[in-house]
T-cell receptor
Framework: GAGVSQSPSNKVTEKGKDVELRCDPI?????LYWYRQSLGQGLEFLIY????????KSGLPSDRFSAERTGGSVSTLTIQRTQQEDSAVYLC?????????????FGPGTRLLVL | GQNIDQPTEMTATEGAIVQINCTYQ??????LFWYQQHAGEAPTFLSY????GLEEKGRFSSFLSRSKGYSYLLLKELQMKDSASYLC????????????FGTGTKLQVIP
């Protein structure tokens, strides 16, 4: 079946503009994660969704970042008033139910460049 | 933070064996993942260890010592395609799968 998909693949924006990044998880996966990977850095956890539970937003770096997941499937990560330090690859991952030890399947990422 | 430490870069020869080490904070620890990430691509799952000891999967093996907060990934019979970053990721015992990733070890396999 199809894997995790993300759009757009690449996004170039000007400082101060808002951007929306989209993630389509694997069908049937109830757990969804957003990470950020800056150049040469590891993956930084941003937010986690599990079913209808309240999301874990503890990784969001500032109130300019928000995410939602509609209908328990597609998720959108929104960055308002983008800054140059927001430039990074934003990776989405999903897993079947979010239980301990479950493999996370990653999408190809969105490469964001803020000029 | 979760104090996940792994070497930044390693170089090894095609056909050889390489061991990539990872140390992590032991308090609130549940399990340890290894992911492979080729340049410009998304990470892909390699292994997950929760019990002490060595788990082997073909050319790749992963070891865990819970008491020492130590893991390693062992790659045998290295191939050029193994050139990639290897990410150590610590799973906490927070009731769900929140995973903290290390910065990764960039492995270069040379002829």
């Amino acid at each position: 079946g199809a894997g995790v998909s993300q759009s757009p693949s690449n996004k170039v924006t000007e400082k101060g503009k808002d951007v929306e990044l989209r993630c389509d998880p694997i069908s049937g996966h109830t757990a969804l994660y957003w990470y950020r990977q800056s150049l040469g850095q590891g993956l930084e956890f941003l937010i986690y969704f599990q079913g209808n539970s309240a999301p874990d937003k503890s990784g969001l770096p500032s109130d300019r970042f928000s995410a939602e997941r509609t209908g328990g499937s597609v998720s959108t990560l929104t960055i308002q008033r983008t800054q140059q330090e927001d430039s990074a690859v934003y990776l989405c991952a999903s897993s079947l139910s979010g239980v301990v030890g479950e493999t996370q399947y990653f999408g190809p990422g969105t490469r964001l460049l803020v000029l | 933070g979760q104090n996940i430490d792994q070497p930044t870069e390693m170089t090894a020869t095609e056909g050889a064996i390489v061991q990539i080490n990872c140390t992590y904070q032991t308090s609130g620890f549940n399990g340890l993942f290894w992911y492979q990430q080729h340049a410009g691509e998304a990470p892909t799952f390699l292994s997950y260890n929760v019990l002490d000891g060595l788990e082997e999967k073909g050319r790749f093996s992963s070891f865990l010592s819970r008491s020492k907060g130590y893991s390693y990934l062992l790659l045998k019979e290295l191939q050029m395609k193994d050139s990639a970053s290897y990410l150590c990721a610590r799973q906490g015992s927070g009731g769900y799968q929140k995973v903290t990733f290390g910065t990764g070890t960039k492995l270069q396999v040379i002829p």
